[in-house]
């Protein structure tokens, strides 16, 4: 800008008259009092020009941060999906093996049921009066308990 005094003033001199920085107060009617004075306009146009730029300074600190943070965090998740992939690994296999056992269990269970009623049915055939007697008992303790519970 051609209308800014150079910057010859130190940090600690910064925005102060004659420190080197102008900070606009020598342009023509920017003195209070002086001809042209916009007063607190003028004032908070200059402000708004630096919020503008400390603003987009931040944003982009806070857009530097948050991608520091996805670098970080990148490694974190290639790592948790890792550990969630052998789980459901792990849990397959131990869910086949709990399926292939209940398959075996239940093909025991019915050579089990195959044998006791081929046996049961072999029994009736030798001896018919007893098979006969035993169902009559079963028949008549079966009501006994039912009705008492009535």
Do not use: C, W
Request: aromatic letters at 2%.
């Amino acid at each position: 800008m051609d209308n800014q005094k150079p910057n010859e003033g130190s940090a600690r001199d910064l925005g102060r008259e004659g420190a080197g920085s102008s900070m606009g107060k020598d342009l023509p009617g920017s003195r209070s009092g002086g001809p042209g004075n916009t007063g607190a306009a003028g004032a908070s146009g200059g402000m708004a020009g630096g919020i503008a730029d400390n603003l987009s300074k931040s944003a982009a600190d806070v857009h530097k941060t948050i991608d520091k943070a996805a670098d970080a965090a990148q490694p974190m998740v290639d790592r948790l999906a890792s550990t969630a992939h052998t789980s459901v690994d792990k849990m397959s296999g131990a869910l086949s093996d709990a399926s292939r056992s209940m398959d075996e269990k239940s093909r025991q269970l019915t050579e089990a049921y195959r044998h006791f009623a081929d046996t049961g049915r072999d029994y009736v055939r030798s001896s018919p009066a007893t098979s006969v007697l035993v169902a009559l008992g079963a028949g008549y303790v079966l009501a006994k308990l039912l009705a008492r519970r009535a």
